[in-house]
């Protein structure tokens, strides 16, 4: 296990509606990235967050937003969500320093129908 | 942007016998390449990486080579086991950036 943490574990919208994902980074990680991993693709990078701030963003439209927290955890928001956001979202939390390996969270399966 | 190959789609072999999976990838300035492995249901795992100022790295089972003039590198599992069956992610990014690029997976099967 990595440590970091993700909530819901499965979540089921409907096209149009809103959905927040959470994630709780690994102990003393203050990066976070998102990614968003259709059915048989693999993570496609959001965005990033360091020190409560974007510091990095994928080709995702805005309606993709997110928050870090002071403490680090974070939250993925998705408006308008549409049939082709459906796939398992990804958390990975980065170490302080220079260091590059990333560790990922089990991920939450959205649904939308 | 870097944009990263990965072959073959799938592999199958017998439980003993090793298993190559090959990554290539096209920003010359990517310097950190990491593979993970993701279970059904679960996140990705890393379970090996390399600097590109490392041309090789093994750890135990598992080892990854790169060829920096190619742009290639690969993940090597000698022994296989059942358990070794998942789906294997090879990854690039420049270090100090966060942006992890992924190829589309591999995945091996391992039969007794």
């Known amino acids: 296990e990595t440590g970091v943490t993700q909530s819901p574990t499965h979540l089921i919208k409907t096209r149009g509606q809103q959905v927040t994902l959470r994630c709780s980074s690994q102990?003393?990680?203050?990066?976070v990235s998102w990614y968003q991993q259709a059915l048989g693709q693999g993570p496609q990078f959001i965005f990033q967050y360091y020190r409560e701030e974007e510091n990095g963003r994928g080709n995702f439209p805005p309606r993709f937003s997110g928050l870090q927290f002071p403490n680090y955890s974070s939250e993925l928001n998705v408006n308008a969500l549409e049939l082709d956001d459906s796939a398992l979202y990804l958390c990975a939390s980065k170490g302080q320093g220079y260091t590059d390996t990333q560790y990922f969270g089990p991920g939450t399966r959205l649904t939308v129908l | 942007g870097e944009n990263v190959e990965q072959h073959p789609s799938t592999l199958s072999v017998q439980e003993g016998d090793s298993a190559v999976i090959k990554c290539t990838y096209s920003?010359?300035?990517?310097?950190?390449f990491p593979w993970y492995k993701q279970e059904l249901g679960k996140g990705p795992q890393l379970i090996i990486d390399?600097?590109?100022?490392?041309g090789e790295k093994k750890d135990q089972r598992i080892a990854v080579t790169l060829n920096k003039t190619a742009k290639h590198f690969s993940l090597h599992i000698t022994e296989t086991q059942p358990e070794d069956s998942a789906v294997y992610f090879c990854a690039a990014t420049s270090s100090g950036y966060s942006t992890l690029t992924f190829g589309k997976g591999t995945m091996l099967l391992v039969s007794p």
């Open positions: 390399i600097r590109s100022n490392v």
């Open positions: 102990s003393g990680h203050n990066t």
């Open positions: 920003d010359s300035a990517s310097n950190y």
